[in-house]
């Protein structure tokens, strides 16, 4: 069973790991596009040789249209996929100077009940950011450059949202076991890497 | 009950739950969510919120240089820039007294111009620099306190995570701090070279072997080997300065560099890329949890005027300027013993900086402000004339203010009270931003419960916590005369950031 939410998180990790280096190529290839389109429009290359220049701007080069509108959805996207496995991993920071002297019984219960909030607030989230699913299409809003549709945006985020969701309801139902049974059921948490 | 009351009783709750173990952002969250609903007296309006809000913070834009920066950091890691820095640091001080030890700053401070975050740096360096150290000979404490302290030069010196979301908080220009934090980075990694020279002295048991003096022509050929290092720092900060790119497209054109050497130098794998996405992961996602709960916590603070009464009342107060400020940086020590820097900064700003607001530091003066828009204007090659740009140029020289006529027939704008307010607001921002940055940092490796001091000191199994403890307070004490002096010259902050 762990090892199934444990694959889930990573994949969900990698494909937002992927979207982001896909946004940071896109990023790149839009400024390229614009220093090109700047150059060819240049005095220089206007002067020695307009006709090259204006067919290569025919082409199209230039920035994308638009780019920083997909980099803010697929970075929402990224965010939402990168929550699974922060929840599975523990990988929140938080202060445990004052906690550390707990003993193991209320240590656990305390965790117990962190988690499970914790799993609440993702649930809510994830509901909430279908209702606003909902208003955005009833509203047909769209991009101001791209002209797409934002509940598509809206739609790819809560995909990772209710994985996140339901990654985090595992960590509080395996959390609140550990807590009534004693034993450890979920492996040691990771230090933070921040 | 008032509102205002309902958001002062937020703190002792907020900090309560903190201190139960509570995720900093999902407190954050809880104490914003449980006091919207007290302050609307409904769940409504805070589930409304909620519809955009979570996805209006994802998605936000300047906040994509966070992920990217990660990145950018980790690929760092694996295209081998660590070692190369550190052979060239070695190169040129490793023959001094403490040498290898003041390498080792000196790598990490290399290592901070491409990687925004000082875990990441101290962790870094110390895998390559911590052997090193060990085979001169230097003692283990003082090798781990000198590599957590390094790290936080990887977060001083720009990029830097931490000052993109101060930026972002306090509305500022992300190029005009980066460009502030330079010369206090610069001063921080000399602090630290000296507090190891006193240190081998004081304690020259400690200290290590000095290694053989290498010739030049060795030690350029070292330096040349940082070139990749150089051309992302100069392009990422240079590009965003220069108005080339956006801060989030200069953090995309670093990571697709940094990502390009690691790739080339055999780092960049199948199984360190997916690594450097968990890493990403876990980091990216932990800050913006932190960010959401923030944006939440201060919603419900605006709405019950808090941060406005704190402002007013400390304007009204007639305390000095000065010893407000002092107050909130010893504040900020305390605290960054407890928390990370991050949530201290989320957590804090948005009540500290309307104060800060008020407060006149008189960081530039009228005569100034004049003289670099004459400046401006006489370089524009706008049409004045040359005897009225001399008899200006000469008033303001004599540090006499050009009276209202005089500025109206140059046709020189922007040079009224209200402007200079304005500038002396950004430039309040801009020095309290590196100021915070730095205290918060001390935090980082101070005793007992120093985050730096942990991870270094876990990552080297023969060291007592005790020994890096103490140790690192040489490094401390360099940190709080830096704060001193930088609290004392803001001109020093302030030096290359154009008006």
């Known amino acids: 069973m762990h090892i199934f939410f444990d694959r889930l998180a990573r994949t969900f990790a990698r494909l937002g790991g992927f979207v982001l280096g896909f946004l940071v190529v896109l990023t790149c290839v839009s400024i390229l596009g614009r220093s090109v389109n700047t150059i060819l429009n240049g005095d220089l290359f206007q002067s020695i040789m307009p006709g090259f220049s204006a067919a290569l701007l025919n082409t199209g080069i230039g920035p994308i249209k638009g780019d920083f509108e997909i980099v803010e959805a697929g970075m929402a996207f990224a965010i939402f996929a990168f929550l699974p496995l922060c929840q599975l991993n523990g990988a929140h920071a938080s202060v445990d100077i004052f906690t550390s002297k707990l003993d193991l019984r209320s240590s656990r219960l305390l965790r117990a009940i962190i988690e499970v909030v914790f799993a609440a607030v993702l649930v809510i989230i994830a509901w909430q950011l279908f209702e606003g699913l909902q208003t955005k299409r009833n509203a047909g809003e769209t991009s101001f450059y791209l002209e797409f549709p934002v509940w598509w945006a809206y739609a790819v985020s809560l995909f990772a949202a209710v994985v996140a969701a339901i990654v985090s309801i595992y960590v509080a139902v395996m959390r609140v076991l550990e807590s009534v049974t004693g034993n450890r059921v979920l492996p040691p948490e990771l230090e933070a890497d921040h | ?499």
């Open chain 2, 1 to 499: 009950m008032s509102d205002l009351m309902i958001g002062l009783m937020s703190f002792p709750a907020l900090l309560l739950l903190i201190f139960l173990r509570v995720p900093i952002g999902l407190a954050m969250f809880l104490a914003g969510l449980v006091g919207l609903v007290i302050v609307t007296g409904d769940t409504t309006i805070p589930l409304a919120r909620l519809k955009s809000e979570t996805f209006g913070t994802f998605s936000n834009y300047s906040l994509s240089i966070v992920p990217m920066f990660l990145l950018m950091g980790y690929f760092a890691t694996l295209g081998g820039m660590s070692q190369s820095l550190f052979k060239a640091a070695e190169s040129w001080l490793g023959h001094r007294k403490g040498g290898v030890a003041m390498a080792s700053v000196g790598a990490c401070a290399g290592f901070g111009a491409i990687c925004g975050s000082s875990l990441a740096t101290a962790a870094t360096m110390s895998r390559v620099a911590l052997p090193d150290l060990k085979a001169y000979g230097y003692a283990g404490g003082f090798s781990t306190a000198t590599l957590a302290a390094g790290g936080t030069l990887g977060i001083l010196i720009p990029p830097s995570v931490v000052l993109v979301i101060y930026a972002i908080l306090t509305e500022q220009n992300i190029a005009k701090l980066f460009l502030a934090a330079f010369i206090p980075g610069i001063l921080a990694a000399i602090g630290y070279m000296i507090a190891i020279a006193v240190y081998v002295r004081i304690n020259p048991e400690n200290g290590g072997k000095t290694r053989e003096r290498i010739p030049y022509a060795e030690r350029l050929r070292a330096l040349f080997d940082v070139w990749p290092v150089l051309l992302v720092f100069f392009l990422v900060v240079g590009g965003i300065y220069l108005g080339w790119f956006t801060p989030t497209e200069g953090a995309a054109v670093g990571a697709f560099g940094t990502g390009l050497i690691a790739w080339l130098a055999g780092g960049l794998t199948r199984d360190t890329l997916s690594e450097s996405f968990y890493v990403t992961a876990r980091a990216s996602a932990m800050i913006f949890f932190i960010v959401l709960g923030a944006a939440f916590y201060n919603g419900f603070l605006a709405l019950t005027q808090l941060p406005q009464e704190a402002a007013a009342w400390v304007g009204a107060s007639g305390l000095s300027p000065w010893l407000i400020l002092i107050i909130i940086l010893v504040f900020y020590l305390l605290l960054g013993c407890l928390m990370d820097s991050l949530s201290m900064i989320l957590l804090t700003i948005p009540i500290f900086w309307p104060v800060m607001q008020e407060l006149d530091f008189g960081l530039v003066s009228m005569v100034e402000l004049q003289s670099s828009k004459l400046e401006a204007l006489a370089a524009s090659g706008a049409d004045v004339s040359a005897t009225l740009l001399a008899e200006a140029q000469a008033i303001l020289a004599n540090g006499q203010e050009l009276t209202r006529e005089m500025t109206r027939e140059l046709g020189l704008r922007g040079v009224n009270q209200g402007a200079l307010n304005r500038v002396n607001i950004e430039y309040t921002a801009i020095w309290f931003g590196i100021l915070v940055l730095i205290v918060v940092e001390v935090g980082l490796i101070t005793p007992p419960v120093g985050m730096n001091l942990f991870v270094i000191n876990a990552m080297d199994k023969k060291t007592s916590m005790v020994e890096t403890y103490k140790a690192v307070l040489y490094f401390v004490a360099s940190d709080l005369v830096r704060v001193v002096i930088l609290v004392a010259f803001p001109f020093i902050t302030l030096a290359l950031v154009p008006l």
